[in-house]
T-cell receptor
Framework: GESVGLHLPTLSVQEGDNSIINCAYS??????FIWYKQESGKGPQFIID?????DKRQGQRVTVLLNKTVKHLSLQIAATQPGDSAVYFC???????????FGSGTRLQVQP | DARVTQTPRHKVTEMGQEVTMRCQPI?????VFWYRQTMMQGLELLAY????????DSGMPKDRFSAEMPDATLATLKIQPSEPRDSAVYFC??????????FGPGTRLTVL
């Protein structure tokens, strides 16, 4: 398991701005990636996923970008809203491995 | 709207008591995970099952923790005897294979 500690990196944005949350992964063999959102008092909620044969995938107001060369994953949230305030986790897996590996969380704070 | 359910949502108990947490995975999911989340350690994988068979429980303290799946609709995590250091939020997640996992709301355990 990875850290969700007292010293989570925090991203503070104004309502309506776009947010970019970054994640570095270490396993170059990972071929599946997920972003989760965790609101206070709730379980992590699936947002969007991407496989390694893609470098971009779009959802509703969210876009995930994958750069395999530098092992970097990002989550872009368009027109950020107060309801987007949460901790965001990336997770990775590779074919044949049994469970996801979760990355460190990032706290997103949306200022009204 | 299929969801993972967990009971109880909150549990306060005294050191030495037995604690049983229950999880109902999403119907049709064949993989169930148990996680523990604390401020200091983040999200830790305790155990997981596929088709009701335990695949990995290396994350669990073996002397006091046990996890079972009596049937496809119920997973249990038991702590006996409980200790204050077990205080955490325990999440169950279910999915198909080891890819996308859908989390329950968690059981917040406080051991006094």
């Amino acid at each position: 398991g990875e850290s969700v500690g007292l010293h989570l990196p925090t991203l503070s944005v104004q309502e309506g701005d776009n947010s970019i949350i970054n994640c570095a992964y270490s396993n170059s063999a990972s071929d599946y990636f997920i972003w989760y959102k965790q609101e206070s008092g709730k379980g992590p909620q699936f947002i969007i996923d991407i496989r390694s044969n893609m470098d971009k995938r779009q959802g509703q107001r969210v876009t995930v970008l994958l750069n395999k060369t530098v092992k970097h994953l990002s989550l872009q949230i368009a027109a950020t809203q107060p309801g987007d305030s949460a901790v965001y986790f990336c997770a990775e897996n590779m074919t044949g491995r049994r469970a996801l590996t979760f990355g460190s969380g990032t706290r997103l704070q949306v200022q009204p | 709207d299929a969801r993972v359910t967990q009971t109880p949502r909150h549990k306060v108990t005294e050191m030495g008591q037995e604690v049983t947490m229950r999880c109902q995975p999403i119907l049709g999911h064949n993989t169930v995970f148990w996680y523990r989340q604390t401020m200091m350690q983040g999200l830790e994988l305790l155990a997981y099952f596929r088709n009701r068979a335990p695949l990995d429980d290396s994350g669990m303290p073996k002397d006091r923790f046990s996890a079972e799946m009596p049937d496809a609709t119920l997973a249990t995590l038991k702590i006996q005897p409980s200790e204050p250091r077990d205080s955490a939020v325990y999440f169950c997640a279910s999915g198909l294979l080891a890819d996308t996992q859908y989390f329950g709301p968690g059981t917040r355990l406080t051991v006094l």
